[in-house]
C-alpha cells in the first residue's frame, strides 16, 4: 500500500460519505463488540475469581490465651487460661507469613456508649484499618478511619448500623460526638454488614481503646487468608511463629489440629514437658464445624481441616477454569459474529463502487495501469474502510469499558494486546472481504469498461 494507492482511496471514500459511513458503522459496531465483550469478560472472570477464592473461610481467629475443657478425657492438653502476651507486633509478623491478605489488631470491651441523653449497652472494638475489609463492610455514612488515626491514638470512631440507630435515630451521626468510659469520640462513618453482632458495634483505632483501658496488649488478631483453601495452611504458620515470638520451646513436633484450636502444646505434662501456647488460633471453619461438638469429635475433624480445605482449592480451581473456557468461548462467538457482519458491509460497498466506477477503471486500463495495480487501489479502498472502522470501533470499545467499571462494579480493563488484535482484524477483514470486489474489479475488460455507461 502505497501513498498515492492511500490518498486516491480515501478521495473515493469521500465521494459519497453516508455510504462510506454506513459501511464503516458496521465494522465500529463489529470491532466496539470485540472490546466490549473483551472488557466484559475480563471483568467477569475477574469477579468470579474474586467470588471463588473468597468463596467459603478466609478468616482465622487468634486470641490470646489458651484453654480446652475437658481435654484431658481425649488426651488433648487443657491449655493455661488466659495472658496478656498477645502484642501488635505479633500482628505485623503475621501479616508478613505467605498467603495473608489482612491482618488486624484487636483489643475489645463491653460497656455504655452515649450520645446526649441515650445510651446504649454493647461491644466496643478497637481495630487497624484492614478490618472492615476483612469482613465486607460497607459505609452507608462517612468512611472508616485512616492509618494516621490508628497512630496517632485519636479519638474518632465508626458505628454499626444497629447502634447508629440506636444512638441517633434518623438524624446523620456524621461529626456527631460520643462518649465511651468518660472520653469522648468523633463519629467519621456508619457501616453495614450482615453479621447482627457487628452491627451493633463501636468501632475505634486499637491503640485508642488501648489508651483508654490502659493497656499495652491485644486480646485478639484478626486474619484473613488469600484463599480460602489456604487458611488452614496459614493458621498452622501462625502457632510456630508466636511461639518463637513469645520465646516458648518449639522443640516439640506440633500435633495434626495444632494451629487450628484444639492441638498444639498447650499444658505442662503433655507434650514432652515443653510451655504451654498462650494463644489459640482458630479459622472461621473450624469454629463453625467444631462448634457444639464434643472436644475428642472436634480434634478428629481439626485433625482432617487441611484436607478439606485441598478438595476445597482444587473444586474451585476447576470451576474457574471451567468459568474462564465459558467466557472464551462466548467472546469467540460475539467477534465472529460481529466481524462477519461488518465484512459483508465492506463488501457491499466495494461491490457497488466497483459497478459505478467501471468506466474510471477501464481509463486508467487504457493509459497503462495494470490489472495488479487496479486490485492494489480497491483493495487499499478496503482496507482503509476497515481500519477507519476499527478506530473508531476501538474508541467505542474503551467508552463501554468505561460504563460497564461504572454501572457493575467490574475492573472492566482492554490490553494493549486486545487493542492491536481489534485493530488488526479490522484490516484483516477489509483484506479478506475486500479482494473480491477489488479481484473482480481487476478482471474487467478494459474495453469493454470504457463503453460502460
Not at 9 to 31: C, E, Y
Not at 164 to 172: Q, T, V
Not at 276 to 281: A, G, L, M, Q
Not at 412 to 440: D, K, M, N, Q
Amino acid at each position: 500500500m502505497n501513498r498515492t494507492s492511500l490518498r486516491i482511496a480515501v478521495k473515493a471514500l469521500k465521494t459519497n460519505k453516508l455510504r462510506t459511513g454506513l459501511a464503516m458503522l458496521g465494522m465500529t459496531i463489529g470491532v466496539a463488540a470485540v472490546l466490549t465483550m473483551f472488557a466484559l469478560g475480563t471483568g467477569a472472570q475477574q469477579s468470579v475469581s474474586s467470588d471463588v477464592k473468597s468463596a467459603g473461610t478466609t478468616l482465622i481467629t487468634v486470641r490470646a490465651g489458651n484453654f480446652t475443657r475437658n481435654g484431658e478425657e481425649s488426651n488433648i492438653a487443657t491449655g493455661m487460661g488466659s495472658a496478656t502476651t498477645l502484642t501488635p507486633a505479633d500482628a505485623d509478623a503475621i501479616r508478613a507469613i505467605p498467603g495473608v491478605a489482612h491482618a488486624s489488631a484487636v483489643t475489645r470491651m463491653r460497656g455504655w456508649v452515649e450520645y446526649g441523653t441515650q445510651k446504649n449497652y454493647g461491644e466496643v472494638y478497637g481495630t487497624e484499618v484492614d478490618y472492615p475489609t476483612m469482613y465486607g463492610w460497607t459505609f452507608d455514612k462517612g468512611r472508616f478511619f485512616k492509618k494516621g488515626d490508628v497512630e496517632d491514638s485519636a479519638n474518632v470512631a465508626v458505628v454499626g448500623s444497629a447502634a447508629a440507630d440506636a444512638l441517633f435515630g434518623n438524624a446523620n451521626p456524621i461529626g456527631e460526638t460520643i462518649t465511651l468510659h468518660g472520653q469522648q469520640f468523633k463519629i467519621k462513618g456508619v457501616f453495614s454488614t450482615s453479621d447482627q453482632d457487628q452491627s451493633q458495634m463501636v468501632v475505634v483505632p486499637y491503640t485508642s481503646l488501648q489508651k483508654l483501658l490502659g493497656i499495652n496488649y491485644l486480646q485478639v488478631i484478626a486474619v484473613s487468608s488469600e484463599q480460602a483453601g489456604e487458611a488452614s495452611k496459614v493458621a498452622q504458620a501462625i502457632t510456630p511463629l508466636l511461639r518463637s515470638r513469645h520465646k516458648l520451646d518449639q522443640t516439640a513436633a506440633p500435633s495434626a489440629t495444632a494451629g487450628l484450636g484444639l492441638g498444639g502444646l498447650q499444658s505442662p505434662g503433655m507434650g514432652g514437658g515443653e510451655p504451654p501456647d498462650d494463644f489459640t488460633v482458630k479459622t472461621q471453619a473450624s469454629e463453625a464445624l467444631t462448634k457444639g461438638l464434643n472436644t475428642s469429635v472436634a480434634a478428629f475433624v481439626l485433625a482432617n481441616m487441611p484436607q478439606m480445605d485441598q478438595v476445597n482449592l482444587q473444586e474451585m480451581s476447576g470451576t474457574l477454569s471451567r468459568a474462564g473456557q465459558t467466557m472464551s468461548a462466548l467472546l469467540a462467538a460475539i467477534a465472529t459474529i460481529s466481524l462477519i457482519v461488518g465484512g459483508i458491509g465492506i463488501m457491499n460497498v466495494m461491490l457497488v463502487s466497483v459497478t459505478e466506477r467501471t468506466r474510471e477503471i477501464g481509463i486508467r486500463r487504457a493509459v497503462g495501469a495494470r490489472a495488479f495495480d487496479v486490485l492494489m487501489q480497491f483493495l487499499t479502498e478496503a482496507v482503509t474502510l476497515g481500519a477507519a472502522g476499527g478506530i473508531l470501533g476501538i474508541l467505542f470499545g474503551f467508552l463501554a469499558a468505561l460504563i460497564i467499571t461504572t454501572t457493575l462494579g467490574w475492573q472492566a480493563s482492554i490490553s494493549v494486546a486486545a487493542v492491536a488484535l481489534a485493530f488488526g482484524i479490522a484490516a484483516a477483514t477489509g483484506v479478506f472481504f475486500g479482494f473480491y470486489p477489488a479481484y473482480r474489479a481487476s478482471k474487467l475488460n478494459p474495453i469493454d469498461a470504457l463503453r460502460f455507461e
